[in-house]
C-alpha cells in the first residue's frame, strides 16, 4: 500500500514527559483513509494532525455510528519502538464497526498504516517509566444526511497521544461506586462494541460517582441488575481466595485484551481463573465472611488498576485495606514488563515497529 505522505511545515515543540496527563496533547500528524461504495477504502495519506471539515448534518454526529480503538506504542531501553497485540486491536474494531453496519478495514494493511505514521512520529514516544504513546484509531460515518440510516461514506483516522497515567491515582488503588439505577448497555445491544453511544451512555452516572468521591461506575447487567458487568473503561477481577474470577463475556461487556492477557497469563501461570457470572450480592458475601482478597481493573489505557474500596447502596466495602494485592502487583509488572520490553514475551504479543 502506497501511502501519500504531507508533512507539516512546522513541529510542535515535545512535551515534558514528567507530567504527561492522558489525551490532552496530540502529534504533528494522522493517518487518514477514505471510503465510498465505488471504490471502497481509498486515498490512504499521512496529514499535519488537525481539524477535520464536515457536514452540520454528518450522520456521525445526530446518530453515532462511529467506533474506535485505543492501543500504545511503548520505548524499550535500547530505544526501539513496539506495540501490544495490535492486531487484536484492528479485529476488535471490525467486529466492532461490523455491529454498526460500517465496512471492514484490511487490518493487516491498516497495522502497516499505523506503523508507517509512528515510524514518521518516532520522536513523540516517551521514555520516561509509565508513559507511551496512546493510539487512537477512528472510523466515523461521513453522509450529510438528517434520515436515519446507514452512511455510504466514512472516513477513518489515527491519531497520537503521548500519554502518562490514566488515573490521577497512578498505581494506587481507586474508589468504585456501583449504581443500582443506571445501566451501560443490554444484551443484544451493542455494549461489546467500542462505540461512542456505549460512553455517552455512561456520563451521567458517572457524574453521579464522581460527586460522591468516587473515580469510575462499576455496572451492573442491564436486565437485573444484579450481576456484575465492567467499570467505565476496564474490564474488572476479584480474587476470592486463591480463584480468579472474572465476569464472562455475555455480549453487554467489552472484550479487553487486557483482560483476555490476565487470563492466558494465570492460566500459565497455573492460577485457578474463571469467567462467569458473578453478582454483587456474591462480592458483598465474599466482603463479609474475609474470602475477598483483591479487585482490580484491567484496560489498555491504566493496564491494571487495583480497586480499594466499592460502595453498593450504603455498603462499602473496603479491599485488601486499600492496598495494592499482589495479583494486581504480579499481573502489573508482568504486562508492563512485556510491553516495554523488560521481560521475555513467550506468547508472542509484541509487535516492533
Ligand atoms: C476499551 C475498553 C476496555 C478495555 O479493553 P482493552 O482492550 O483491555 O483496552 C474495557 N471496557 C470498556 C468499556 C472499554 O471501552
Known amino acids: ?23 490532552t496533547i496530540f502529534t504533528d500528524h494522522m493517518l487518514k483513509m477514505d471510503y465510498d461504495q465505488e471504490n471502497g477504502w481509498s486515498n490512504p495519506r499521512i496529514e499535519p494532525y488537525g481539524p477535520i471539515s464536515m457536514d452540520p ?53 491498516v497495522l502497516d498504516g499505523m506503523k508507517e505514521l509512528l515510524r514518521l512520529e518516532e520522536k513523540w514516544v516517551p521514555s520516561q517509566p509509565g508513559t507511551s504513546l496512546y493510539i487512537r484509531p477512528l472510523l466515523i460515518a461521513m453522509d450529510p444526511y438528517l434520515g436515519l440510516r446507514t452512511s455510504h461514506t466514512y472516513l477513518f483516522y489515527i491519531i497520537l497521544s503521548p500519554v502518562g497515567a490514566y488515573y490521577a491515582e497512578g498505581f494506587n488503588p481507586v474508589k468504585i461506586w456501583v449504581t443500582k439505577d443506571y445501566v451501560r448497555a443490554v444484551r443484544g445491544g451493542v455494549g461489546n462494541a467500542k462505540t461512542g453511544g456505549n460512553y455517552a451512555a455512561s456520563l451521567y452516572a458517572t457524574a453521579e460517582a464522581n460527586q460522591q468521591g468516587y473515580t469510575q461506575v462499576l455496572w451492573l447487567d442491564g436486565v437485573e441488575l444484579k450481576y456484575i458487568e465492567e467499570v467505565g473503561a476496564m474490564n474488572i477481577f476479584f480474587v476470592i481466595n486463591d480463584e480468579i474470577i472474572t465476569p464472562q463475556l455475555n ?49 489498555t489505557a491504566a493496564v491494571i488498576s487495583p480497586v480499594g474500596e466499592i460502595k453498593y447502596g450504603d455498603k462499602i466495602i473496603d479491599i485488601n485495606n486499600g492496598e495494592v494485592g499482589t495479583y494486581a502487583q504480579r499481573f502489573m509488572d508482568e504486562l508492563t514488563g512485556i510491553q516495554y520490553g523488560a521481560k521475555p514475551d513467550p506468547m508472542g504479543w509484541v509487535v516492533p515497529v
Open 57 to 109: 448534518a454528518n450522520l456521525t454526529l445526530h446518530y453515532s455510528q462511529t467506533v474506535f480503538e485505543g492501543l500504545k506504542a511503548y520505548r524499550t531501553e535500547k530505544g526501539d519502538i513496539q506495540l501490544f497485540r495490535p492486531l487484536d486491536n484492528l479485529k476488535r474494531l471490525n467486529r466492532s464497526s461490523g455491529a454498526l453496519c460500517m465496512p471492514p478495514l484490511d487490518e493487516e494493511m
Open 1 to 23: 500500500m502506497k501511502i501519500d505522505v504531507t508533512k507539516a511545515s512546522e513541529l510542535k515543540a515535545l512535551p515534558d514527559e514528567s507530567s504527561l496527563g492522558f489525551g
Open 251 to 299: 455480549g453487554s461487556i467489552l472484550p479487553g485484551i487486557t483482560r483476555d492477557s490476565v487470563i492466558k497469563l494465570a492460566k500459565e501461570w497455573g492460577m485457578k481463573v474463571t469467567e462467569k457470572r458473578i453478582s454483587i450480592d456474591e462480592i458483598i458475601e465474599a466482603s463479609e465472611n474475609g474470602s475477598l482478597n483483591e479487585v482490580f481493573g484491567s484496560g
